[in-house]
């Protein structure tokens, strides 16, 4: 018979359809609102999965997102596979498959309950103190071996093909949680015209409410009437942050069988609101006695749901272990559907009140200042053992009287849900009245500006039943036998916690870390206040002063795809192309990542390697031309009657005289004297110039010298703005440069008299009206030719028609590294490192000191940058001809000797130079300047010490004869 | 779950760029000379027949005009602003403008833009440089269910492959025209 146990009328569920799953692979059937941990106690399924560290068999102990017990694997295959699902909160959908955890060959024969036996061997900390011999047993034998063995379920191993998205939200108010209180503060905040996002975990509002029989839930369709008003159902809030920053957790499709494919599986709402109301009720506590986590062994609230809102038969006879009213409620509704009340053992001696009366007026004995001291079952709880507790809390027999039950429903008092109001920086209190945790009264940071209502709050008044008054009763007193659980999730004992204790640990956050209490993917929610008291008593302390641990979030488990949203392949990081991309495409280019700009590094031909190709391109380059897209490098455009001033401040040369039409090389400097970017400015007309930076350093070059204008010297009339994407940049280099270019240019002498060497020019390219300069990157004869970046492509497209038929190629960067490594041109970043300075690089021609002041001049004073020994920039050549040295390869000064020896320096720059005909190198060397001509050594890994010679930083037409062509 | 709602994509729409740079005075000597008045309000816009103008900084005014008067536009500026302390600087060819129409545009935006962007927080003739993604984007309202997007070009494709995700559930659309 399918749904044997579910009753035949009432609950929230649809009967008039079906839905098939699998547990275990064994085919189950439910209906629409059910959960999966409905539909298995509806089949009789109360044996869902084996504990973490022991292997006890576990059932489903809460209706809600605070299940520490019933966690499963769902959906089998590779990539959706989803570990520690909780069922009490999976919706039962079409072909959910699930199965349980932690058990082997199977959840009713699982070997692994062994541990259960030897659990002497595995105490609280256990991996601190055994397995600790031999050492290296460790990582290779007994960690490996203790994880296998414990453990919940598995990670997903491929690529998890659903979508997730990101949704940024204000509010006016969110409301957390949709009980009686989340909805009417809802309501009252909409009616005010304010605009109110209200969310709540279920799949539908009315929180408390849904577990009572015939339940009604009021204010939905005022709430879907206001147009303010944004209800998010199956949205959990996971986390409070700082300045009303909520982090909600939608999940959109989870409960589908066949999702629409546009719609992604979660979304995770940023919220930013201004008031927040917290409305997240209370979580009823579980009691503490041997053999409290025995399947049927449950919350009495959550027995009332699975009875009211699923329609569930939990059992034939039910034992209800109570300190408070609450669990009355409970008893009278699953008497109303059928289930026998074998007893309600009631640890307070004298209960009095409106639903203690109605119980007893049903006939149900009530067993008063008693407690339940244990229970026995292999599968399913079968017996409870029920003993008179004294005044003192004392017990006179351990064994008690044995009341038989299939069932037993716990209720500890109930603990406000207090989670993210603690997340938002709000202290607690301990209310003696409910023994329990509320927002304190001690006012919030003034930017977290919130407000708890209901049961979060200790307003009961929504309840039937109020929780208080109540008997403290944190851990039933126990003989030695037996485990009575605090932290089910994480197999944590009442013995555990007192061990921690006994060996010392007093604050209760190292007890936490001890015991792992309160460390499982439930974040203790059942556990943690249990675990506090118990410590409390034990040090016969108030809890006040045990104090609280943290609540982080997220408060419920997030899935790693909505934390990362649409930030995943393609869209992980942004790929910035330029505006010749595509041609660089069609020539074969790979590329290289420069930032976040993908550059051609070179452009191989039919069975060329990298090597191959980058020789062939520096040999064109110099014997015929070639042309590198150079449109990465940072363009800032610069206006203003004082441009100038700002340029001698800015820069370590001088501007006063450059006239328009004219470029110059300029070097900046921070104010410690180190050099920070470099580039050619070119001076449009006298309030106007064109700044060039490295590709790399464009954004930070743009916004210190915006920080200087406006922090500095706002007296500056200077604007700058950023033009490095307005133009495209291609630099024809070589000997055959001029003719390539000259076929295409209009309105533009190229002649060398009238258009010289750090020149620039307006012409018309191809059509296209832009700015030629003069200016060279490798030493060659060189025109630079901008154009607008939209018009890039076919200008380049006709300069390739030009070149190519002459035997000149594009080239990429490996080749323009190379070619400026002939010339010794540095690369900032790469022959600097933050710790260079010009006169370190031999560049004080380009220190004007007699221009005044100059960003870096002080610094470059400083008695460190003026001493001797300082590293400084040499050729390295190896005098084998033939070894290409390593980049960042240590310099010393012989071959012989102790390791380490003194490092005298390191390589900044090594390639082979087809040019040249042998491997040259860059270094920075202590005294570089006056090692020329010395030989010193690069000891490189399983290789004898290499000789190198140091010469000048330059290797190729020391006398710039090619430039001027 | 969302209501799937239409939502069109122009992926480029052709417009002519300019920044001008200048305190307050220069943009009225500047509206004065274009004909139209730029924005006095800090992230808003003004429009007219011959262009828009947005105000994204303090002394940053964005103007869009036809293609084919970016050049008059520009001489227009030059006389009328010779002498003064600014900067006009076309940047048709940095920026690229997506124009984003439906009902479903600013939850679409809300993917990736942490502003807020409900109609009555942001409306029309409401402009401002924010964040969509990892790119920065000017954000500018044109209509209620209209709003317009420019970006850098090299950030382009990937804003436009982010919209074309975060709209999938609205059944987003490219279209060629505005």
New interface residues.
Partial sequence: MSQPFRLTAGGRIDRSQTIPFTFDGRSLTGHPGDTLASALLANGVHLVGRSFKYHRPRGIMTAGSEEPNALVQLAPEKSRTEPNARATVVELKDGLAARSQNRWPSLDVDLGQLNDLLSPLFPAGFYYKTFMWPKAFWEKVYEPRIRKIAGLGEAPSKPDPD?Y??????CDVLVVGGGAAGITAALAAGRQGR?VILCDEQPELGGGLLSRAAAVVEGLDALAALPEVLVLTRTTCTGYYDHNYLVLLER??DHLAAPHP???RQRLW?V?AKEVVLATGALERPLVFRGNDRPGVMLASAARTFVNRYAVKLGERAVVFTNNDTAYAAALDLHAAGITIGCIVDARPEPEGPLVAAARERGMRIRTGSVVTGTEGPRRVNQAAVAKLDDGGAIAGYLGEVEPCDLLLVSGGWNPNVGLFSQARGKLRFDAALQAFLPGEAPLPKEQRLRSVGACAGDFSGFDAPPTPLRALWAVPADRSGKAFVDFQNDVTAKDLGLALTEGFRSIEHVKRFTTTGMGTDQGKTSNVNALAIVAETLAKPVVEVGTTTFRPPYVPVTFGALV???RG??F???????LHDLAVERGAVFEDVGN?KRARYFPRRGEDMHAAVARECRTVRETGGILDASTLGKI?I???DARTFLDRVYTNAWSKLAPGKCRYGLMLRDDGMVFDDGVTACLDDRHFHMTTTTGGAPRVLAWLEDLLQTEWPDL?V?L???????ATMAVNGPLARSIIAPLVEDCDLGADAFPHMAWRTARIAGVQGRIFRISFTGELSFEVNV????GAEVLAALLAESEPKGATLYGTETMHVLRAEKGFIIVGQETDGTTTPIDLGMDWIIAEKKGDFIGKRGLARPDLVVQGRKQLVGLLTTDQKTVLEEGAQVVETPQGRVPRPMLGHVTSAYFSPNVGRPIALALIEGGHARHGTTLYVPLPGRHPIPVEVTRPIFFDPDNARLHG | ??E?AALTIVPEVPLGKL?L??APDVAATAGAALGWSLPDRLNRATAADAGRALRPGP?EYLLLVPPTTVEATQDSLARALAGR??????????LVAIELAGVAVR?TL?????????PG?FGPEQATRTLF???EIILDCLEQARLRLLT????A??VR??LA??G??F?AAQSAVP
Wanted: proline share 6%; hydrophobic share 35%.
């Fill in positions: 979508r998205l990101h949704r940024h939200a204000h605009r959109v499709t546009d719609l992604p940023r930013r949203g649409h930030s393609e869209l990081d942004v790929e910035r192309r330029t505006p700009w455009d206006q203003g009657r009339e604007y703005t950023s033009v490095t994407e307005e133009w607008p970046a939209d018009r | 779950m969302a799937r920044v740079r200048g002394d302390h600014y900067a006009l600087v076309d940047v048709s060819a940095r939850d809300a993917a990736a833009c942490p502003l807020d962007l409900h927080a993604g990892k790119a850098n070009r090299s950030f494709p990937y492959r982010l995700e975060a999938r559930e059944a």
